[in-house]
């Protein structure tokens, strides 16, 4: 039962093959034994997950219930959950009870999805190995000495080990996609403003976005169907009609004009990466696509780009973060100074600290317009390259990660290096465009992700795209060993 | 761009951050590192563009200025590390 998708779950549960509460129950009973090596969930729900399965199975009953209803799934740890502890990988809210839903949790628990817990991620979205979280990094399912990835590392390993049929993630510069790639699952990120960031914990406003991270494109649409839309609690929420994505699935790709950005193929892509990769493309051109070399000139500012933008606004948004309102307060402050700096230097790990001085540093007086400014700037840059590319071409792929998993511990005390593994999905988010990453062939038995990415709100066409890819594969289909 | 031990300690007082002082060392180590990545956007040419504001050159949506929220204030205190009365206490400010 745990192997079958949201779709074909939902036709079971329709047809009153299983009821949510034994599809609940059996889930619940893979967490508790398998999860102790993956360390994929912060927080387990039984209690609340048994009686969102029974309501379900109510709904279904009579006939009311919908494709996502008795389905159990993960939501990241950074979307608040009323009653729930809401950590966001990190010390300072291991104490949070959240006192109300994010909108996205509101809408999927509207659904009648099944919330099995929280999963594990890095620390406040900040890491690209879940390596950063306070409760300790998520193993790899396909290979427990290796990262999941990250920041939605414990999303991506549990919808890969079958613990939960799908997964809540977010991506800032790459969160919800590389997770993806090295756990084999498929991953979308929506144009930014698409789905709401409201009770989603900040990290970079103007970069975050959430998605769904489930198991085939079908899937993604079902979820992104009732998690996107406008929202009036979250001022960045793009009022735009939402399109029925299922309905797009089954386009042809016949004259689907592929481009290929030559700067995602060069340096640094490792050569079996690259290979399988280009199998994908191969596939592509079969399924009667066309294929394009284009040009993302100022690719290579986008990595730095980030580290000016992302870290400035996370500055900015962790200030919040005070020992005063919530979260973690030091014990016995001398004055008001000591409570803030203590609380906040006990409460933060090492990677959010990292990143809190570099934009406090970038956004200090007599530096402001050397970094911010010329980095709003080089972001403009990007973002113009990629409305050319879509002038010729109707949708980018590429990798989605330079190399397969790596090992733990391997990347982490090197944060420029770590930095790098985002190389490929940083400028999406720059430009705020949509991007997907699913499953290809793998590499010394490792997933690979191919990435997609589209022109705004062709959210549509990227799950059209990788649908009609994974009709014809079974890559998505692969279990790791032991699950 | 390199940082030294004194840079730090300035800007972990901006940020309010308590820095422990064995790793002050380490952190302008990675810092340093970070910023000579980020000082590769000096070389680009950037004469005549406008920075970005937002991805979809949206302005700030407003909404009519009438009460739309109730009063949560026991529900968010109850999740603060000290309140009394109502009120979120700190350490003494003024003297």
């Given at each position: 039962?745990?192997n079958?998708t949201?779709?074909?779950?939902g036709?079971?549960?329709?047809a009153?093959?299983?009821?949510?509460?034994?599809?609940?129950?059996?889930?619940?009973?893979?967490?508790?034994?398998?999860?102790?090596?993956?360390?994929?969930?912060?927080?387990v729900?039984?209690?609340?997950?048994?009686?969102?399965?029974?309501?379900?199975?109510?709904r279904?009953?009579?006939?009311?219930?919908?494709?996502?209803?008795?389905?159990?799934?993960?939501?990241?740890?950074?979307f608040?959950?009323?009653?729930?502890?809401?950590?966001?990988?990190?010390?300072?809210?291991?104490?949070?009870?959240s006192?109300y839903?994010?909108?996205?949790?509101?809408?999927?628990?509207?659904?009648?999805?099944?919330?099995l817990?929280?999963a594990?991620?890095?620390?406040?979205a900040?890491?690209?190995?879940?390596?950063?979280s306070?409760y300790?990094?998520?193993h790899?399912?396909?290979d427990?000495?290796?990262?999941?990835?990250?920041?939605?590392?414990?999303?991506?390993?549990?919808v890969?080990?079958?613990?939960?049929?799908?997964?809540?993630?977010?991506?800032?510069?790459?969160s919800?996609?590389?997770?993806?790639?090295?756990?084999?699952?498929?991953?979308?990120?929506?144009?930014?403003?698409?789905?709401?960031?409201?009770?989603?914990?900040?990290?970079?406003?103007?970069?975050?976005q959430?998605g769904?991270?489930?198991?085939?494109?079908?899937?993604?649409?079902?979820?992104?169907?009732?998690?996107?839309?406008?929202?009036?609690?979250?001022?960045?929420?793009?009022?735009?009609?939402?399109?029925?994505?299922?309905?797009?699935?089954?386009?042809?790709?016949?004259?689907?004009?592929?481009?290929?950005?030559?700067?995602?193929?060069?340096?640094g892509?490792?050569?079996?990466?690259?290979?399988?990769v280009?199998?994908?493309?191969a596939?592509?051109k079969?399924?009667?696509?066309?294929?394009v070399?284009?040009?993302?000139?100022?690719?290579?500012?986008?990595?730095?780009?980030?580290?000016?933008?992302?870290p400035?606004?996370?500055?900015?948004?962790?200030?919040?973060?005070?020992?005063?309102?919530?979260?973690?307060?030091?014990?016995?402050?001398?004055?008001?100074?000591?409570?803030?700096?203590?609380?906040?230097?006990?409460?933060?790990?090492?990677?959010?600290k990292?990143?809190?001085?570099?934009?406090?540093?970038?956004?200090?007086?007599?530096?402001?317009?050397?970094?911010?400014l010329?980095?709003?700037?080089t972001?403009?840059l990007?973002?113009?390259d990629?409305?050319q590319?879509?002038?010729k071409?109707?949708?980018?792929?590429?990798?989605?990660?330079?190399?397969?998993?790596?090992?733990?511990g391997?990347?982490?005390?090197d944060?420029?290096?770590?930095?790098?593994?985002?190389?490929?999905?940083?400028?999406?988010?720059l430009?705020?465009?949509?991007?997907?990453?699913?499953?290809?062939?793998?590499?010394?038995?490792?997933p690979?992700?191919?990435?997609?990415?589209?022109?705004?709100?062709?959210e549509?066409k990227?799950?059209n795209?990788?649908?009609?890819?994974?009709?014809?594969?079974?890559?998505?289909r692969?279990?790791?060993a032991?699950? | 761009?390199s940082?030294?031990r004194?840079d730090?300690?300035?800007?972990?007082?901006?940020?309010?951050?308590?820095?422990?002082?064995?790793?002050?060392?380490?952190?302008?180590?990675?810092?340093?590192?970070i910023?000579?990545?980020v000082?590769?956007?000096?070389?680009?040419?950037?004469?005549?563009?406008?920075?970005?504001?937002?991805?979809?050159?949206?302005?700030?949506?407003?909404?009519p200025d009438?009460?739309?929220?109730?009063?949560?204030?026991?529900?968010?205190?109850?999740?603060a590390?000290?309140?009394?009365?109502?009120?979120?206490?700190?350490?003494?400010?003024?003297?």
């Open positions: 039962m745990h079958k949201i779709v074909e779950l036709a079971g549960l329709r009153g093959e299983f009821s949510s509460m034994e599809l609940t129950r059996d889930l619940l009973a893979r967490i508790e034994t398998l999860d102790p090596a993956l360390n994929s969930f912060v927080t729900t039984p209690e609340f997950a048994l009686a969102a399965a029974e309501a379900a199975d109510a279904i009953r009579s006939g009311e219930g919908g494709p996502l209803t008795g389905i159990p799934m993960v939501q990241k740890d950074i608040c959950t009323k009653g729930v502890k809401t950590s966001c990988g990190s010390r300072m809210l291991d104490n949070f009870i006192p839903d994010a909108t996205v949790v509101e809408r999927l628990n509207a659904a009648g999805m099944v919330m817990g929280k594990n991620m890095d620390e406040f900040m890491g690209s190995s879940n390596e950063t306070f300790g990094p998520v790899n399912p396909w427990r000495e290796r990262v999941p990835g990250g920041s939605s590392g414990g999303s991506a390993a549990a890969a080990a079958r613990l939960a049929v799908a997964a809540t993630g977010t991506d800032t510069g790459g919800i996609r590389q997770p993806a790639a090295l756990c084999g699952i498929t991953g979308l990120k929506p144009t930014y403003g698409r789905v709401s960031r409201f009770g989603m914990i900040a990290f970079a406003s103007s970069l975050d959430a769904p991270m489930t198991r085939s494109a079908e899937d993604a649409a079902l979820m992104l169907q009732v998690m996107a839309g406008f929202d009036p609690k979250d001022s960045t929420s793009v009022d735009e009609p939402v399109l029925d994505y299922a309905a797009a699935l089954n386009e042809s790709l016949a004259g689907l004009k592929i481009g290929l950005p030559q700067e995602y193929f060069g340096e892509l490792d050569t079996a990466v690259a290979a399988s280009e199998g994908a493309i596939e592509y079969r399924l009667g696509a066309e294929v070399e284009i040009n993302l000139p100022n690719s290579a500012l986008a990595v730095p780009t980030y580290y000016v933008v992302a400035a606004e996370c500055s900015s948004n962790l200030s919040r973060f005070d020992g005063v309102r919530f979260g973690y307060r030091c014990s016995e402050p001398r004055d008001l100074e000591d409570l803030y700096k203590r609380s906040r230097g006990e409460g933060f790990g090492d990677e959010v990292r990143r809190i001085m570099i934009g406090t540093y970038a956004l200090s007086a007599g530096y402001y317009d050397a970094y911010y010329q980095a709003q700037k972001r403009q990007i973002s113009d990629f409305i590319a879509f002038k071409v109707d949708v980018i792929m590429g990798p989605t990660s330079p190399g397969i998993a790596f090992k733990l391997e990347k982490v005390d944060p420029v290096t770590m930095y790098l593994n985002d190389i490929y999905t940083i400028a999406t988010n430009a705020g465009l949509p991007g997907m990453s699913l499953p290809v062939a793998p590499v010394n038995g490792l690979v992700g191919l990435q997609l990415i589209g022109n705004y709100f062709a549509a990227l799950l795209v990788a649908h009609q890819f994974q009709k014809v594969t079974d890559w998505h692969a279990v790791p032991g699950f | 761009m940082l030294d004194s730090i300690e300035k800007i972990a007082h901006l940020a309010r951050l308590a820095v422990d002082q064995d790793r002050l060392e380490s952190y302008a180590n990675d810092l340093s590192n910023l000579t990545l000082g590769q956007l000096e070389a680009a040419d950037t004469d005549n563009v406008p920075p970005m504001a937002h991805p979809l050159h949206m302005v700030q949506r407003l909404r009438s009460v739309s929220e109730q009063n949560h204030r026991e529900e968010y205190q109850a999740v590390p000290l309140v009394e009365g109502g009120l979120y206490l700190v350490p003494k400010v003024i003297e």
